[in-house]
């Protein structure tokens, strides 16, 4: 690491970003209004970004600066939410890395070489540490580009980085394409843990120096997002994977951003997840958000918890549902509001901006 403090340019040295609704709320301050963004917010839903997307492979876009830039911007200019997520992909850091991956549409990530041996595992690529001047670090160019595009147009807006958790980079790579049960990544966890443990330092680091690289560019958060987690017991994340995802958190531990860990269907796991770095924690829609404060002793402010199906529910039950997201979330530290997982890709717009509307007039 080359750096221990942020650019003087960052927003929030600047302080741009440093009292954003968003910030506040992460840090356990009183906001000035209940922040809300929403996960897979640029993009899949917005017409706008169908169009933007035309004629583009997803990972061809996600490095493409400018266009990733214009897609992040998105949903903060239809919507008015509290902060951009930054357009991305999980399996972006391996692409970047030079790993053979490309996500192919209805399946997703697809790996050419899946990861079953040491020998796949020590053949993987030397990621260097951030600003080395070695190939993955000068690789990461357009990312950094890209954020800077972002935060150039955001002003008090914040940018939130993002990085897929280690276990879910892990598991694809041993699967080599999506898997209901993630059960190649499972059994290699427990038949061969050496191997495991090596490739989980590995998608750990190609994870920490990606959230770096955002980070030291102008995000002003980051969330490291486990799809997978859900997956494991306690006792086997804890054992397994639990210290990759600190290494990724601890990557930009020494930089004054908020560190949000989400993991899908993981309410067993939300004690753990804290554990491992987390200054917020991500909560989906199967546990209520107080329950969720009770389960971590109200260490952590909390993110969520809208169920994504509500979207589809009559105005008043979207209402009402809304409301009682805000009355559980306001038991935590502090609240950011966000769905319970992604956006439906069908997800109506205008029902999305009426959900930023209520929360802002009634949080």
């Not at 003087?8 to 302080?15: D, E, K, Q, R, V």
């Not at 169908?50 to 903060?76: D, F, H, N, W, Y």
């Not at 909390?302 to 809304?322: K, R, S, T, W, Y």
């Not at 009355?327 to 999305?352: I, Q």
């Amino acid at each position: 690491m080359t750096a221990s403090v942020l650019p003087a340019s960052h927003p929030l040295a600047t302080g741009a970003t440093a009292n954003s609704p968003l910030v506040a709320a992460l840090q356990g301050r009183q906001p000035s209004h209940r922040p809300v963004w929403f996960m897979r917010q640029a993009g899949r839903s917005l017409p706008e970004y169908l169009e933007a997307r035309k004629g583009t492979q997803m990972l061809e876009a996600c490095l493409t600066p400018a266009l990733a830039a214009e897609i992040t911007l998105q949903p903060v200019r239809r919507y008015g939410v509290d902060a951009a997520i930054f357009f991305s992909d999980i399996v972006v850091p391996m692409r970047v890395a030079g790993v053979g991956v490309e996500i192919e549409p209805g399946v997703g990530p697809v790996f050419a070489h899946p990861i079953r041996t040491m020998a796949d595992v020590e053949a993987l690529p030397n990621l260097g540490v951030t600003g080395d001047g070695g190939a993955f670090d000068v690789a990461l160019a357009p990312i950094r580009d890209a954020v800077a595009l972002t935060v150039a147009q955001l002003g008090s807006t914040p940018l939130i980085g993002f990085a897929g958790a280690p276990f879910t980079l892990a598991a694809y790579m041993v699967q080599g394409r999506p898997s209901r049960d993630h059960m190649a990544a499972r059994e290699l966890m427990h038949a061969d843990p050496a191997t495991w443990e090596a490739l989980v330092a590995w998608t750990s680091k190609a994870a920490g120096l990606f959230l770096r690289a955002q980070v030291l560019a102008g995000a002003s958060a980051v969330q490291l997002f486990d799809s997978w987690a859900g997956s494991l017991s306690e006792q086997a994340y804890v054992a397994n994977c639990a210290g990759g995802s600190r290494t990724a958190l601890t990557a930009v531990a020494d930089l004054p951003v908020p560190r949000i860990h989400f993991a899908a269907n993981a309410g067993h796991l939300l004690d753990a997840l804290g554990a491992a770095g987390a200054t917020a924690l991500g909560v989906d829609y199967r546990v209520p958000l107080d329950r969720a404060v009770a389960v971590t002793g109200g260490r952590f402010p909390l993110q969520g918890n809208i169920d994504p199906a509500m979207l589809a529910a009559p105005p008043e039950v979207l209402a009402a549902h809304v409301q009682d997201v805000l009355d559980r979330g306001s038991e935590a530290p502090g609240h950011v509001v966000n769905l319970g997982h992604g956006m439906p890709p069908h997800a109506n717009p205008d029902v999305v901006k009426s959900i930023v509307d209520q929360v802002h007039e009634r949080g």
